[in-house]
């Protein structure tokens, strides 16, 4: 417990606490040309201006990341290779290996980890993704999953989240919201049907929300188009945390403020029937759900036209100087702080 000359982790939030801890760490290599701080750390082993190694690490618990009351093992391994993926496509990158470690309470048989390790395979198989390593461990908390993924990408492919300018158009893909409806769909249904043993969850009509939830996918398709369109960003994010912390990192980050309108935020018809059903605002629910893995990503104006060809991502807003702040506008034209409302690993009533 801190006492009161402590300072309580929360009150950093996962970047604060990260940026807390390796501030005193400056790179020694060479070969380290991006350290802590984005999607991926960037690496250069050659010295030339060719390929970069792309490197990023993802740490899944049981009871704060996932729930096996309703989440099953397959999905499991798939979307803890999967979000790791989607790090090294925000970056500009392709994912070739991963490794993973695994924490194993006595619960878990030897067919409970085969099943996560099947949705692992399908993942790596689907994306062309080698799992290369390892290590496994008891715990004594549940289950832990840790996976790092290596990519790659030509030096000039690169996007961080520090390159955004004023006038740049923003843009995402996908829709918004619809993981985090699938989310409390599944609490819903599990709170519905506590002690009950002959319980039948209604998922009907929800499937596509049930799907962006336990079953997330890379958006490497955006980065086809992207590249088939002539197009790179300036700066790239993926939306784990949810819109409205990814828009404040990307603006931190550059220096710049933003402006998004509530009318342009992508949502899927299934995530606004959800969001009526439970009473919950669907613009909050869009901006600050998380776990949608969509890319969040900025182009500068001169490449509008081209830009208006995408058809998997969509024009939100625009960046602006960094003293007109970040700001959503409503749909009656009123300007709204955006605040990083997404998750936080560390706020004490998130389970």
């Known amino acids: 417990m801190a006492n009161e000359s402590e300072t309580e982790i929360s009150s950093l939030g996962e970047f604060g606490l990260i940026s807390e801890l390796t501030r005193d760490f400056k790179s020694v290599n060479k070969s380290t040309e991006l350290g802590v701080g984005d999607d991926c750390a960037v690496l250069n082993y050659s010295g030339d201006s060719g390929k970069r190694t792309l490197v990023t690490t993802d740490l899944l618990l049981e009871g704060i990341h996932f729930d096996l009351t309703y989440t099953p093992l397959k999905h499991l391994g798939y979307k803890a290779a999967v979000v790791n993926f989607s790090d090294v496509y925000a970056m500009g990158g392709v994912p070739r290996q991963i490794t993973v470690s695994l924490g194993i309470s006595r619960r878990f048989t030897v067919e409970h980890i085969n099943e996560l390790y099947a949705g692992i395979l399908l993942a790596c198989e689907h994306y062309g993704v080698d799992l290369v390593g390892g290590d496994t461990s008891a715990s004594v908390t ?33 829709d918004l919201g619809a ?3 699938g989310l409390q769909l599944l609490e819903r249904e599990r709170e519905a049907g506590a002690g009950q043993a002959d319980f039948q969850p209604d998922f009907a009509g929800r499937e596509y929300l049930l799907e962006r939830q336990l079953k997330p996918e890379a958006r490497r398709d955006v980065i086809a188009e992207l590249k088939k369109l002539g197009i790179h960003p300036t700066a790239m994010m993926d939306v784990s945390d949810g819109l409205s912390s990814e828009l404040l990192h990307i603006c931190h980050d550059s220096n710049v403020g933003c402006r998004v309108y509530e009318e342009r935020i992508p949502i899927d018809y299934q995530t606004a029937v959800m969001a009526e059903e439970l009473n919950m605002n669907l613009v909050t629910a869009a901006m600050n759900g998380g776990e949608d893995y969509e890319l969040l990503f900025t182009v500068p104006l001169s490449e509008h036209q081209k830009a208006e060809q995408l058809t998997t991502a969509r024009l939100i807003g625009h960046i602006t100087k960094p003293e007109l702040g970040s700001c959503l506008v409503s749909r009656d034209g009123n300007e709204l702080e955006i605040r990083a409302q997404g998750w936080n690993a560390f706020k004490p009533q998130q389970q």
């Not at 030509?154 to 390159?163: K, L, N």
């Open 142 to 174: 549940g289950l832990l999953i840790s996976v790092t993924c290596i990519g790659e990408a030509d030096e000039g492919s690169i996007v961080r989240r520090s390159g955004a300018r004023d006038t740049d158009l923003v843009y995402v893909s996908g």
């Open 179 to 181: 993981a985090y409806m």
